[in-house]
């Protein structure tokens, strides 16, 4: 069974350009969920969708962040314009329903982001 | 949520056992103890998961007293390969009174590095 997948897996832009992030979680998870590090910080949560609606983005530093997941399958996660605080490992990660049992939360591998 | 304080590292050899200790003294009723492990260049994964007295699964086991302000992960005769960063985290768990919302609050960690 193919885990959480992460694309791309390293990404180097300039200051004020765009990039979109791609998280395909593991196939049947309603649960998707996006977090980061930033250098020397820890890891934060930015925001958790239930199929294709999006539940909790609290953790959204600004309006330059924009998550999606239409049709609930996939997830995009765009930054625009990208900031050179931007700069860090994104994690996506994906759960079942937790009345299916099993809900731990699944990690893909990260994309690191570099704004230079 | 509740905060936790973990050691910052740890040094062990092959084959020993080896225990870390998290403190969570605010740990609130609904509260579940969860634990993540990370590898360089990887996302966290998910490792064992308790509300009190002892879990066991393959992997380690985690041992909650009864006031639950702590816990204590151990991993049994580590390996070069069990070098890596642990995270212990305290919050609703999946499946638990809020139903499954896997929102997690990272701390730094504990860097763990097993010697030959």
């Known amino acids: 069974e193919a885990g959480v997948t992460q694309f791309p897996s390293h990404s180097v832009i300039e200051k004020g350009q765009t990039v979109t992030l791609r998280c395909d979680p593991i196939?049947?998870?309603?649960?998707l969920y996006w977090y980061r590090r930033v250098m020397g910080k820890e890891i934060k949560f930015l925001l958790h969708?239930?199929?294709?609606?999006?539940?909790?983005e609290s953790g959204m530093p600004n309006n330059r962040f924009l998550a999606e997941r239409t049709g609930g399958t996939y997830s995009t996660l765009k930054v625009q314009p990208a900031e050179l605080e931007d700069s860090g490992v994104y994690f996506c990660a994906s759960s079942q329903d937790w009345r299916q049992g099993n809900t731990e939360a699944f990690f893909g591998q990260g994309t690191r982001l570099t704004v230079v | 949520l509740a905060k936790t304080t973990q050691p910052i590292s740890m040094d062990s050899y092959e084959g020993q056992e080896v225990n870390i200790t998290c403190s969570h003294n605010n740990i609130a009723t609904n509260d579940y103890i969860t634990w993540y492990q990370q590898f360089p260049s990887q996302g966290p994964r998910f490792i064992i998961q308790g509300y009190k007295t002892k879990v066991t699964n393959e992997v380690a086991s985690l041992f909650i007293p009864a006031d639950r302000k702590s816990s204590t992960l151990s991993l049994p005769r580590v390996s070069l390969s069990d070098t890596a960063v642990y995270y212990c985290l305290v919050g609703e768990g999946p499946g638990g009174f809020s139903g499954g919302y896997n929102k997690l609050i990272f701390g730094a960690g504990t860097r763990l590095a097993v010697h030959p």
């Open positions: 969708f239930v199929k294709e609606s999006k539940q909790d």
């Open positions: 196939s049947g998870h309603d649960n």
